[in-house]
């Protein structure tokens, strides 16, 4: 087998974005969508990465997401700022409002951004990091999925939900983390499931409610949240806050909508974004040099910060292009000539 | 032995409010605190109820709060509201910038309070619950006193630091969830110390950063978060948006300030008001209805929703009073009539 090839970042970006044109997406939004997947493989964030394109380009087949849909911004000056992805990706909505949501943060100390009706397929780290690097902080859920139950409960209702922070640092990458709050990936329990071997207990339950192990019997059952009662929490305030308060599907209309599992859902996302230095400012302190001390500490004591090791594959692979296999080569190649007749292949 | 004696809430409010006013604190202020000390005992929430004000009597005494401090609201007209507790108790000063909180949320969609210089005793339910009252979806969070070790790490750094929501309901009580980020309270590790028996795994490690069942240990060493590094990455955004953010204290210098740990201690706090109707406008929905579909399914599942048990305290003492124990309305009529000096008793 031969050694995994380096491509450069611009390039595989380029790619990618030659792949989601050549399946129908219009310019803007294939760039968007192409430079948020980049950065998954970049990152070394193989679950993100360019493994997506191919669930893109199924919902695409699909006709569940709208190839050339142009995102509509609607904002009244005030503190809310909503964008319309109108059933396209969400990335190309995000990306249409960013600067509107950064300024309006920057003049009123909090701001927050609706986006309405999207296909969501990406990591939020991405949204929150981007805010980051204006000097915000930055919050952003979404709901997902109806796989998860509530703390207590018996059936799935709630989503993987995934929640996530960035908060600027004064020298190199923002704080940052992005987690479900599931106590695991779907995804894991499949990659159990192939394998024959038992999920560790507190994963899921079955479909009578009862705790289990086996992989199958949780997948038609439910998985559970992290955190016991309070990930659960959480978990539902994510449901009402980018669910119920935007008016926006929850995880079970979500799922209803689409009707099937093996497609990337759709629904709506909220941001949040704050200004430290309009928080700070009455102080006298800069929040950024508070806010070393507390992230310095706990690298003090040999601690991970959450992203590190996301940061150490950016560097490296800036530097020397990102690793890929010659299958994933060939999928990008076969992609890139054939667009969506690819998937029939 | 006899039977606890019931008292109406009203009563106890006037009763625990001349307490205060005895032991030297400002009418406004010692109503304020009454308020959210009876509100907590009515909920049966024990320890946030009369018990505290042993405690607040204690800061008092040591001088550690201002008793005569009137909170002072800085309001530009934009999206962030402060409100100076000049070294006074945290609920005052909330109370007084509420109203502007509300109006503003309201006016722009969403709005934050920052609460600068309080001495905090009391849980968050109490302000995101009164917001909810008012129609609006609230987070509230602040840091407390260093005693928790970040995930991975070895040393107390992060406080217990409590993260709480609240949504308003179409009938009855809201939707609030209010909870610490470490796993367990740091009273509840002290009652296994002086019960003699060992706490659960999980809960805190040793000086020397191994895992440990000694309550002695424990508390010498460090408490952990719940849900493992994301509890932890939950845990540190709170003292970024409610510590450094703000400019105030974060738990490693709320310890190192008040200089010693049976005193409550003194920073700041972050409230979030988000209002629903703003954000749900343009689809249409009505977000408070879909927000029941969720929470009705949640209870349809035979689970419970937080803050459930605390409620139906709540309706119960509001028909039948506040059961009191002998030694409760003994030190009652202690406090009440020497203040202060009932604490030398």
Chains 1, 2 share one sequence.
Not at 248 to 255: C, I, P
Not at 274 to 292: C, V, Y
Request: hydrophobic content about 45%.
């Amino acid at each position: 087998m031969a050694e995994p090839q380096t491509v450069p970042v611009d390039v595989l970006e380029d790619r990618v974005r030659k792949i989601f044109e050549k399946s129908g997406v219009r310019p803007e939004s294939a760039a968007a969508v192409a430079h948020v997947i980049v950065a998954g493989e970049r990152d070394n964030c193989k679950s993100h990465g360019i493994y997506r394109i191919e669930g893109c380009l199924r919902v695409l087949a699909a006709g569940k997401v709208e190839p050339d849909a142009v995102p509509e911004i609607f904002d009244q000056g005030k503190s809310v700022i909503e964008v319309d992805a109108k059933g396209g990706f969400s990335n190309p909505a995000f990306f249409a409002a960013k600067d509107t949501l950064v300024k309006r943060a920057h003049e009123t100390g909090i701001a927050a951004l609706v986006i309405r009706d999207c296909l969501h397929f990406s990591a939020l780290w991405h949204d929150v990091e981007t805010l980051a690097e204006d000097g915000l902080a930055a919050l952003s859920m979404c709901p997902s999925y109806a796989f998860v139950a509530p703390a207590g409960g018996t059936k799935p209702l709630l989503g993987t939900n995934p929640f996530a922070f960035g908060w600027p640092r004064v020298d190199g990458h923002p704080y940052v983390f992005d987690f479900a709050t599931s106590v695991a990936a779907r995804g894991e329990i499949e990659l159990h499931r192939r394998a024959g071997t038992p999920i560790p207990e507190g994963w899921a339950i079955d479909k009578d409610g009862n705790p289990t192990t086996d992989p199958d019997a949780a997948l038609e059952g439910a998985m559970l949240t992290f955190g016991a009662h309070k990930g659960s929490a959480i978990s539902t305030m994510i449901e009402l806050l980018s669910g119920a308060m935007l008016g926006e599907f929850m995880s079970k209309e979500a799922l209803d909508f689409m009707g099937r599992t093996d497609l990337l859902p759709r629904h709506g996302a909220l941001v949040l974004a704050l200004d430290p230095q309009t928080f700070a400012a009455r102080s006298g302190r800069d929040p950024l040099a508070e806010g070393e001390k507390i992230l310095t500490a706990i690298g003090a004591q040999g601690a991970r910060l959450p992203s590190q090791r996301r940061f150490q594959a950016r560097d490296k692979a800036m530097v020397n292009g990102i690793a890929l296999t010659d299958s994933e080569l060939a999928q990008l190649d076969r992609f890139e000539a054939q667009g969506l007749d690819a998937l029939n292949g």
